[in-house]
């Protein structure tokens, strides 16, 4: 039996190992996964509004899909659709408002009992206590930039001193170095908080970022005329949504000094939260290099017209997303040197991606949400040593659905029959070619923040056809090839009649394959009703 791997039973779902003979030489796996990184921020993709060297890295020994999005555009459904393979409506977790449901299994627990040492650092988003690892150190729900508590397996609660991006690639180093235990495989889950909202750099990055000026996308300015209800109803706006103290970070005092008002009733409260959990010499840093912004924004604001605080909204947005983006790389660049210089990156699968994707101005927006492009589409960056051929992209259109299904087949076990991904080795190995030639999709969070409307929708690769339903009846659908920037709804152009018709088709097979239906739009919309968020 030299050289065997034996099989004990399945047991609840979960495949557990016997014995071994010989050491086990699966690959390890590290997960690195930032909230809101919009793929239009990572120079791979486009070197337009910024560079990130270290992550660049692994697409240039890997695989740089071009086409990955997501099944529900917000961040706690995303990180569990990755945990379970299933979609929203099947793992119960459509929304951040509802609990996930702890009866899932998630392929971290099914790793472990496979023999697979397992660890978490960083935001989860939700729960207190993930299944299936060994050693964690989670932060609470959104977690803090500054001086963040962490809920940790071992130490309970704890408050750390420092800048969030810092402590979790500190944490993933040291458990790295000195808690893995060679002679297992492992999987890492190095998760960050940024970019997200509200946007705080580390204090290294503050002047080089607030010197920095960025391209303007081409539809920052958008009417959204030829669209429906949707895109008009949305609070996403740069202008008339984005806080002014908590995410443009003029001070409460100089809102006041200049008459602005609170674009929210916690606009004032969530800057002076934040900065609250700086200590002394953090605030004096922050106050230094963000006074200079306000001093300067006094002086011009009386002579600002519309158009120009559009403008300079933007700018100081992309200031501080890309700033807190430039911590996460110099973490990211940690990491893969630890990897490489002990020789971990020759068996070592590692991803790069975010929970969903982010609008940057495009459309005159920020946040997610949406199945249209910015929102729907995620980086996803893979490096395997000796699998993937070093610089290769891949076009097909995989999701944040394939995961689970993904690291069980590298690790050789087999997925459970109800995850509804389909694994990406195959295409790793340059394999694969008609993988998936439709994604679906479906957003549920209505009403709630943003006001983004539930909605459903087939992505193909030359079309998207979309319907907005509960407090609306609206179809749409958008020709991806002639229109990028999904500018102009042709559900109703007599041209795409037989289009239409054929993704009506493909849509209601999505729907039945995947097991979403009418009936449960509904069942979830009654739950709104239940808990109080719906009122009528």
Not at 62 to 91: D, E, W, Y
């Amino acid at each position: 039996m030299k050289g065997k791997i034996l099989l004990l039973i399945a047991l609840s779902g979960l495949t557990f190992w016997a014995f071994r003979t010989r050491p086990d030489s699966r690959p390890n796996i590290v997960f690195i996964m930032s909230d809101d990184h919009a793929y239009q921020a990572i120079s791979a993709y486009n070197p337009r509004l910024t560079h990130t060297p270290n992550i660049d890295r692994i697409a240039q020994n890997g695989m740089l899909f071009t086409n990955a999005c997501v099944t529900n555009s917000i961040c706690s459904p995303s990180r569990a659709v990755i945990l379970t393979g299933k979609h929203s409506h099947i793992n119960g977790k459509i929304d951040n408002y509802f609990p996930f449901d702890t009866t899932n299994i998630t392929f971290p627990q099914i790793l472990q009992a496979n023999g697979y040492q397992t660890a978490m650092f960083g935001k989860l988003h939700f729960g207190n206590n993930p299944k299936g690892f060994d050693e964690f150190k989670i932060l609470p729900d959104q977690g803090d930039y500054y001086n963040p508590d962490f809920i940790t397996k071992k130490q309970g609660n704890q408050k750390f001193t420092g800048y969030v991006t810092d402590l979790i690639t500190e944490f993933t180093l040291n458990w790295l170095k000195k808690e893995r235990d060679p002679e297992k495989p492992f999987f890492l889950a190095y998760l960050h908080k940024a970019p997200h909202r509200e946007w705080l750099p580390a204090e290294r990055h503050y002047e080089e970022y607030l010197k920095k000026e960025f391209p303007e996308p081409e539809t920052l300015f958008d009417d959204y005329e030829g669209r429906g209800r949707a895109s008009k109803e949305a609070e996403m706006n740069l202008l008339t949504h984005m806080n002014w103290a908590g995410d443009s970070k003029i001070f409460p005092e100089n809102m006041d000094k200049l008459g602005i008002k609170e674009s929210h009733p916690y606009d004032k409260g969530n800057y002076n939260y934040v900065v609250g959990r700086m200590n002394p010499e953090q605030r004096k840093k922050w106050d230094a290099a963000y006074g200079k912004m306000n001093e300067q924004f006094i002086k011009d604001f009386p002579k600002m017209t519309e158009r120009d605080k559009m403008k300079w909204r933007y700018q100081r947005y992309m200031q501080d997303y890309l700033g807190t983006i430039a911590a996460v790389d110099e973490g990211v660049g940690k990491v893969l040197d630890f990897l490489k210089e002990n020789g971990l990156d020759k068996n070592t699968i590692i991803v790069y991606t975010s929970d969903q994707g982010f609008y940057l101005g495009e459309h005159g927006w920020y946040d997610k949400r949406f199945i249209f492009d910015e929102s729907f589409k995620t980086p996803l960056l893979v490096q395997w040593n000796g699998v993937i051929r070093p610089g290769s992209k891949n076009s097909n259109m995989v999701q944040n659905l394939d995961f689970a299904q993904t690291f069980l087949d590298a690790a050789g076990i087999k997925a459970p029959a109800d995850m509804q991904g389909e694994s990406l080795v195959p295409l790793f190995k340059g394999k694969g070619k008609n993988f998936r030639d439709a994604a679906y999709y479906h957003y549920y969070e209505y009403p709630s923040v943003h006001m983004v409307k539930r909605h459903y929708g087939i992505v193909t690769e030359k079309y998207k056809l979309v319907h907005f339903y509960y407090d609306i009846d609206e179809w749409e659908l958008y020709d991806r090839t002639l229109d990028k920037n999904e500018m102009k709804n042709v559900y109703n152009d007599p041209a795409y009649a037989q289009v239409r018709e054929e993704l009506h088709k493909k849509l209601d097979a999505l729907r039945k394959k995947y097991k979403d239906s009418e009936e449960l739009d509904k069942m979830y919309i009654q739950k709104y009703r239940d808990k109080g968020y719906i009122k009528e």
